[in-house]
């Protein structure tokens, strides 16, 4: 089985660690493929970012040009899984929905803990929309930008673990997730420190992806998910007309 793991930022660093992390979570006989855009932001920290980085990864998947089994999108709660489900047929999971949908199996609530105060917002919304907010009992920023959490991940550890124990002592949350696919591979430590579980949501998402593609099961054409109508779009895919320019 070949799992497609997306960062959606351009982030070479953060891409690695998403892959590392991947790579660790991944059953035996599992391949991971890890890539990021080949334009947009190098982190997603407000809504003309992720929406701008929703193109890129459609463009990064629709020219891959290699087979896989299912992909993973590695933003915390980014625009585009809708536009991915629509031109792929293979699973696409959001490692925002899977850190909840596990979550939700091993506590009663759960908080999520993110980067900037500006994301929280954002995350409640996709929570909603995914019908996984009933029981999340908080969203708290850490206060670092995802650049921030990047470059200095030991502060980042810090201010992750503040929050998480706020977590739990004033919103009675019994699971923490990670909000942010920067934050990958720091769940087990921050378990150490906080004493409740805390899901990473990459690794999450690695392990459904290989449940739903397991069972044979792919996304749903019927309707919603259906490809796009056959119609002209100019310049798309975008990344073939940059590099065209650049020849």
């Known amino acids: 089985m070949k799992i497609l793991v997306v960062n959606p930022n351009t982030s070479a660093s953060m891409t690695n660690a ?9 059953s035996p006989g599992t391949e991971i493929l890890a890539v990021q ?9 407000c809504a003309m970012e992720s929406y701008l980085s929703a193109v890129a990864v459609m463009d990064r998947i629709l020219t891959l040009g290699e087979p896989y089994d299912a992909v993973v999108l590695a933003g915390f ?40 105060q500006r994301s929280v917002g954002a995350i409640e919304d996709r929570l909603r929309l995914a019908g996984l907010a009933d029981r999340c009992a908080s969203v ?3 206060g670092l930008s995802t650049l921030d959490v990047d470059r200095d991940p030991a502060a980042a550890m810090e201010a992750i673990v503040a929050e998480a124990e706020r977590a739990v002592r004033a919103d009675h949350a ?23 579980p805390v899901v990473d949501g990459v690794s999450a998402g690695v392990r459904l992806a290989e449940a739903v593609a397991g069972l044979g099961l792919g996304t749903s054409k019927v309707c919603t998910y259906a490809p796009p109508d056959p119609k002209a779009i100019t310049a798309w895919p975008l990344s073939r007309h940059i ?5």
């Not at 998403?18 to 790579?23: G, P």
């Not at 590099?243 to 020849?247: E, Q, S, T, V």
């Open 18 to 26: 998403i892959a590392e992390t991947a790579r660790r979570a991944a």
């Open 37 to 45: 855009p080949d334009y947009g932001p190098e982190a997603i920290d």
């Open 77 to 116: 709660g980014e625009h585009g899984r809708e536009g991915v489900q629509e031109i792929v047929d293979v699973p696409v999971l959001d490692i925002a929905e899977c850190s909840a949908c596990v979550a939700q199996l091993i506590g009663r609530n759960y908080s999520v803990v993110t980067t900037l």
């Open 140 to 142: 708290r920023s850490c």
């Open 174 to 196: 019994e699971v923490i997730c990670l909000g942010c696919g920067g934050m990958a591979g720091l769940d087990e430590a921050i378990t150490a420190r906080v004493g409740v």
């Open 243 to 247: 590099a065209a320019a650049d020849r």
